[in-house]
Structures are given as structure tokens and as C-alpha cells.
């Protein structure tokens, strides 16, 4: 890409967390001291659990370096506003999925890149890759915070001190965010086409069973602290809907050549569309179940 095109890219990326940020109040950091378990639990499965159980896949699977590469990656990135959404829609605790989705962003300046980094350096394929490209750990940290920890901040401040113009377009930004993701996941597939469509079948697999497996992570973490159910399913939702839009930024600008990467993360942001909304559906199709019964 060019660097006018990496520019806008990532600026898109910092308006969409500023989006995010302008939908949280003092409220919800109050909820999280109040009733720490949850959102600590979804943080735990967030950026411990996932990130570890992703890199003992990659190393126990034999899969290209740059598919290795695509999981981990997404594996560290947060989750996005889309999980928000989908907890309002699948009767959760949707105050408590907002706290995390900010709390986890703010985490992720920070997290995303060292949990990466890390976990690279420990599979000798994806640590031989790493080191062609010769990434900065301090260059991608910066990234990070400036497209997501300014942003945030600067939400938070503006949601504080504008109030109306925040709820007014809390909406629109939400809108924009999707939209963007799409256009992220549409242009990596667009521009890696040929690729995708040799090595579909691999691709995809691995795509949807890592999402299952980050899905299953939040739901068993939540179960095992005896969360409710609607807390329950906002970890769930937290946990396996990730900020691929993240992912696609530093991959476009550090890892523009590696098209595995590329598509893993692409075909994730579509795919973790398709599952979290039937996943939303099938816990509607329950309720009206148990409703009934």
C-alpha cells in the first residue's frame, strides 16, 4: 500500500476507537470497580488465554509461517465494537460488554504488541519470519497507541465534556466502524485474491476453528467463575469477536508482503461476523425456549 493509503487507513482505525470511546461514561469504569469479576475474567481469556492456546496450536499444527503469523496476531488484538452489538442483540449484559470493549482496547495499546512479539519468537517458523522482516517491537507499539489509546482518551474526553454530539453520534460511528471493517477485510481479500482462491480451503479452516476456539475460551472462562448468563455470554462475545480491523492496520503497515497474514485476518473479520450473529440467534432461539416452557 502506498503511504497515503496506510495514512487513511489507519486514521480510520483511530476514528473508529474514538467511537467506541465517546459510547463510555464514568459509569461504566464505576460498574468495573464495583463488579470487577466479569470484565477481569473476559481480560484474562482476552489477552492470556487466547494468545497462549493460540501459539500452542500454531506450534502443534504444521501450517505456513505467515497463517501462524495471521492467528497470533488477531489472537492479540482486542475485541471491537461488533461484540457490543451482538450482546445487546443476544440479551447480555451489554453495559459490561461497552466497559470491556474500552477497558481491553486501552489494554491493547500496550498488550497487543508484546503478547505478539512474544509468542513469535517462541515457535522457531514464526520467530525465522519475524526476524526477515526485522518488525520493531517500539514501532508497532507506537502504532497501537496512536491508533488506539489517543483515540480512546480523546473519545472520553469529548463524550465527557459534549455529551449531546456524543449520543447523538454514537450510532453513526458504529455504522462507520462495520463498514470500514468490511472495506479492511474486502481489500486485503481483493488485493490477495489469486492466493485465497488457491489455498481457500486451508485458509477458512483455520479461520473458523480458531474463532470456535476463541469463542469456547470466553465461554468456559466465564463458567468457571460461575458468571450469569448474561454476563456469560458478554465475555463470550468479548472474547471471540476481535478488532481484525487492528489486526489488518499492522499487517498493511509492517507485513504489507506477507499475504497469508493478510487473508487470515481479512477472512476473520468476515467469518466473525457470520458466527457472532448466529451465535446471537441460536441464544434468542433459547430464550424464546425457555420462555415458552
Not at 30 to 58: C, D, E, S, Y
Not at 66 to 81: F, W
Request: include cysteine.
Amino acid at each position: 500500500m502506498s503511504a497515503s493509503s496506510l495514512l487513511l487507513l489507519n486514521g480510520i482505525l483511530a476514528l473508529m476507537m474514538f467511537g467506541i470511546a465517546l459510547s463510555l461514561t464514568p459509569a461504566d469504569f464505576k460498574r468495573v470497580a464495583l463488579q470487577p469479576k466479569g470484565p477481569l475474567v473476559g481480560l484474562f481469556a482476552q489477552f492470556v488465554l487466547l494468545p497462549l492456546l493460540t501459539w500452542i496450536g500454531i506450534s502443534l499444527v504444521p501450517m505456513p509461517a505467515g497463517i501462524a503469523l495471521g492467528l497470533l496476531l488477531v489472537a492479540c488484538c482486542p475485541g471491537g465494537s461488533f461484540s457490543n452489538l451482538m450482546t445487546y442483540l443476544a440479551h447480555g449484559n451489554a453495559a459490561m460488554s461497552v466497559s470491556m470493549t474500552g477497558l481491553a482496547s486501552l489494554a491493547a495499546a500496550l498488550l497487543t504488541p508484546l503478547n505478539f512479539m512474544f509468542y513469535a519468537s517462541l515457535n522457531p517458523h514464526t520467530n525465522a519470519l519475524l526476524q526477515s522482516i526485522d518488525v520493531s517491537i517500539a514501532d508497532m507499539l507506537l502504532l497501537v497507541l496512536l491508533v488506539l489509546a489517543i483515540p480512546l482518551l480523546l473519545g472520553l474526553w469529548c463524550g465527557r465534556r459534549f455529551p449531546v454530539f456524543a449520543q447523538r453520534s454514537e450510532g453513526l460511528f458504529r455504522v462507520i466502524s462495520l463498514l470500514a471493517l468490511f472495506g479492511f477485510a474486502g481489500i486485503a481479500l481483493a488485493v490477495n485474491w489469486q492466493t485465497f482462491i488457491t489455498g481457500a480451503s486451508i485458509f477458512l479452516l483455520a479461520v473458523i476453528i480458531h474463532n470456535a476456539v476463541a469463542l469456547a475460551i470466553g465461554w468456559f472462562a466465564a463458567s468457571a467463575v460461575h458468571l450469569a448468563r448474561p454476563e456469560k455470554r458478554a465475555v463470550t462475545l468479548e472474547v471471540g469477536l476481535q478488532n481484525s480491523g487492528l489486526g489488518l492496520g499492522i499487517i498493511f503497515t509492517y507485513f504489507a508482503n506477507q499475504t497469508d497474514m493478510a487473508i487470515i485476518a481479512a477472512g476473520w473479520g468476515l467469518w466473525h461476523l457470520i458466527s457472532g450473529l448466529s451465535l446471537t440467534l441460536f441464544w434468542q432461539y433459547r430464550d424464546r425456549r425457555r420462555s415458552a416452557a
